[in-house]
């Protein structure tokens, strides 16, 4: 079945499969309708600089994203990104005036993904529920992470005299750095989940984990990898904040995960699992960035911001189980 509406006979078209249509494309319908509305109440919307700016801002949420696609395809959650994202800012920080950038930046990365390799082993070998296991590491991280900074922000001491603000403030070929990283990641990571068999593995365990191990597939494995892919990412994306800002508060990526997972969803990956991909969440990211920068650019204030997050997570959850059933509104209403 195609996604464009099909006209029946009579030339009408069919309210199947408008409905179909637009439980499968009703994000990019309304995306399309913001681009027009903001363009028309803002032209700046549309500026190059401003494309890119709304490009580099998203990037932290964008890389976060990827990794946590895996978790959703296969069938779980990752609510502990933002509390990570924190704790590895906060690690590469601290470490950088003790160890310098060189050292930093790896033991940064083993730390974090020993986190995301402990949420793997919760979640796939002893197979607790990631909601209740990831939400209790939100909280768990958080106080790691204030534990370890003693209560205090970070910054690093000699701003001038370290590269590290390369990976957050350079500029290569004319395009910003976090763009460039962050479109390789997905290149990457993209090309990992389509293309390769651990790829199909993730699909299929989302899709049905049982019929998965009966088909000799390592369950709790794949599981297993999509966290510590999830925390790979949340390394990256915690360096980007560090080097950016060169310091930063320890609850910086407070909130963030609601963020990362309306990107995720508006890409189209199903909460269900079994459906997605790193292309479409990129597509969800940008989707997200340029709605949140249009409502400043008409006037709204920030905060406005985390209200229209709650209703697109609504909206995209809505479509996907609509796309499922094919039908808008549920039979039974």
Same mark, same amino acid.
């Given at each position: ?9 009579? /030339? ?14 009703? %994000? ?12 028309? *109440?803002?032209? &700046? ?26 978790? =959703? ?34 033991? #940064? ?9 402990? @949420?793997?082993?919760?979640? $796939?070998?002893? &197979? ?39 990976? /957050? ?32 593995? =993730?699909?299929?365990?989302? /899709? ?29 994306? $915690?360096?980007?904040?560090?080097? &950016? ?26 909460? #269900?699992?079994?459906?997605?991909? @790193?292309?479409?969440? =990129? %597509?969800?990211?940008? %989707? ?23 209703? @697109?997570? @609504? ?6 189980? *609509?796309?499922? &059933? ?8």
């Amino acid at each position: 079945m195609t996604d464009t509406p099909q006209k029946t006979s009579s /030339g009408g078209l069919n309210k199947a499969h408008v409905a179909q249509f637009m439980a499968r494309q009703g %994000i990019l319908v309304a995306f399309i309708l913001f681009i027009i509305v903001f363009t028309m *109440a803002n032209p &700046r919307f549309l500026a190059v600089d401003n494309i890119l700016g709304v490009i580099r801002s998203s990037t932290i949420i964008g890389v976060m994203a990827l990794g946590v696609t895996f978790v =959703v395809i296969s069938g779980n959650l990752d609510l502990s990104v933002g509390s990570m994202m924190s704790f590895s800012t906060i690690v590469v920080l601290d470490l950088h005036d003790k160890l310098g950038p060189l050292l930093a930046i790896p033991a #940064m990365f083993g730390m974090t993904m020993c986190l995301g390799a402990f @949420i793997g082993f919760l979640v $796939g070998y002893l &197979r607790l529920n990631s909601l209740i296991v990831t939400l209790g590491m939100l909280s768990a991280i958080h106080g790691l992470t204030l534990t370890y900074s003693g209560g205090k922000n970070m910054d690093i001491a000699d701003k001038e005299g370290t590269w590290f603000d390369v990976f /957050g403030q350079g500029v290569v070929f004319g395009l910003p750095v976090p763009i460039l990283i962050f479109g390789l990641l997905a290149l990457v990571l993209g090309l990992l989940l389509a293309r390769t068999p651990f790829g199909r593995q =993730v699909y299929a365990v989302g /899709g049905n984990g049982t019929a998965a191990t009966f088909s000799g597939i390592r369950r709790a494995r794949v599981v297993f990898l999509c966290y510590l892919m999830s925390s790979f990412c949340v390394a990256f994306a $915690g360096m980007l904040q560090a080097s &950016r800002s060169m310091g930063s508060q320890n609850t910086v990526g407070q909130g963030l995960e609601l963020e990362v997972l309306a990107a995720v969803i508006l890409g189209g990956a199903s909460l #269900m699992g079994g459906s997605g991909a @790193i292309y479409k969440t =990129v %597509i969800g990211v940008l %989707i997200l960035g340029f709605i949140q920068n249009g409502l400043l650019l008409v006037g709204l204030e920030f905060y406005v911001q985390f209200v229209v997050t709650w209703v @697109i997570i @609504i909206l995209a959850v809505w479509l996907d189980v *609509a796309a499922k &059933r094919g039908k808008l509104w549920s039979p039974i209403a």
